[in-house]
């Protein structure tokens, strides 16, 4: 059986997959089993932080798994207490963490903080978490119910959990607080929902008033944090300090591991909280050399000439071609540009894909780039090479 018969075969069709098979990667490239060369502007979507084969980061894993990989949470592990002291000093935060595997699972923790704050806190006992329109928060039932989308609340998975409520813009939020409403949580830049920054000082006034109501602000940087925004945190750019922000995809560099983390710091207690996996030797020993890799590129001022270069190219793709783009959007590396349409849009990342460059989608008819953060000036030039020759081809048949 080839490969994509084998996966339609025994892996349940979740996903709407491209049946290109990657055998091998190195920084941005990746190779395919037919041997053809692309520029990875994806990275595994905002996971490959530090670049396939990273050679620091696999001696890393190596060198761990033939120590320990896992012990479990019974026993105190040296680079899960190491990893959340570094992310502590990197965010400027007083704060603890708890470590999980995902995204959803980082902002599952979230919610149980919250609500346990609400119950602790509020003789109502608050419980209500305000979200926004165009959100991502997850997969699961929780954080899918968390997730401001309409279309991905389909009864097929019903009933989902109460306790959340969607509101369109952040200005809506003030009006929609009532007594049972214990949080709000939001992405700094809306990632899956179109690369979609808010405004610095709408963010800020958010948070004061929060503060004031004793009210937690919880940010989602499972996509923004990790250096994304151009700072170790987006929350660090917007210059505010949340109660709660969760972390996940770019953390391991690909190893899965997501984290919670908050200035609450005595609100779990042994028995509240729990993963299996979460926090394990290979997973944070692998994310402890990500960001060691990490915090030299941004020390050594790297990652803010590829955010200019980005910056550039991005600005003369939106400038010159008024007819495929309407406008740039997004915030460090990580970036968009939004389509005249939904067919413009699938064509770009389908006309790119076949240019050997690999760009991503996202809401509102955005393609999406969130390129490696270690991505060399050659690598980043190729790639617009490569998606200025693809978009040249739709402008000709438009
Ligand atoms: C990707 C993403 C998630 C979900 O992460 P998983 O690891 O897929 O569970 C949650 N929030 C945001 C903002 C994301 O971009």
């Not at 709407?16 to 990275?43: M, P, Q, W």
């Not at 190491?82 to 979230?110: C, H, P, T, W």
Request: glycine content about 10%; overall charge negative.
């Amino acid at each position: 059986m080839n490969l994509e018969n084998l996966d339609k075969e025994y892996v349940l069709h979740s996903y709407g997959r491209n049946y290109t098979s990657f055998v091998k990667g190195e920084g941005a490239k990746l190779f395919s089993s037919d041997g053809k060369e692309y520029i990875d502007f994806g990275s595994g979507i905002g996971v490959c932080s530090v670049g396939h084969a990273n050679p620091k980061l696999a001696e890393a894993v190596c060198e761990q798994a033939k120590k320990l990989i896992h012990t479990s949470n019974l026993w105190v592990i040296e680079p899960q207490a190491k990893l959340a002291q570094r992310i502590v000093e990197l965010s400027g935060y007083d704060m603890r963490l708890f470590f999980g595997n995902s995204g959803a699972e980082a902002n599952e923790g979230a919610v149980k903080i919250a609500r346990k704050y609400g119950q602790q806190n509020f003789e109502s006992k608050r419980y209500k978490i305000i979200t926004l329109e165009h959100s991502f928060h997850g997969r699961t039932i929780t954080t899918v119910k968390a997730t401001g989308q309409e279309k991905m609340h389909t009864p097929n998975f019903s009933p989902y959990p109460d306790g959340f409520l969607h509101v369109k813009s952040i200005d809506a939020i003030y009006k929609a607080i009532d007594s049972d409403t214990v949080a709000v949580m939001i992405e700094l830049v809306q990632g899956e929902g179109g690369v979609q920054p808010f405004l610095k000082s709408e963010v800020q006034e958010l948070a004061k008033f929060l503060k004031a109501e004793g009210l937690l602000l919880i940010v989602d940087e499972v996509q923004t944090g990790v250096y994304r925004s151009g700072e170790f945190l987006a929350s660090n750019y917007y210059g505010i300090e949340p109660d709660i922000i969760t972390l996940a995809k770019g953390l391991g560099g690909g190893l899965p591991i997501g984290a919670v983390m908050t200035s609450l710091k005595d609100i779990f207690e042994p028995g509240d909280h729990g993963s299996t996996f979460g926090g394990n030797y290979l997973s944070t020993q692998g994310a402890l050399t990500v960001l060691e890799i990490l915090e030299s590129e941004y020390k050594e001022e790297r990652i803010e000439e590829r955010i200019a270069l980005f910056d550039s190219y991005l600005a003369k793709m939106a400038d010159s071609l008024p007819q495929i783009f309407e406008y740039s959007v997004g915030l460090g590396l990580m970036r968009g540009l939004r389509c005249k349409s939904a067919e413009v849009q699938n064509s770009v990342v389908s006309k790119a894909f076949e240019h050997g460059l690999i760009v991503l989608k996202a809401g509102r008819n955005t393609v999406r780039f969130l390129p490696p953060l270690t991505i060399t000036k050659e690598e980043i030039v190729e790639g617009f090479k490569r998606f200025e020759a693809a978009v040249m081809e739709i402008e000709d048949s438009e």
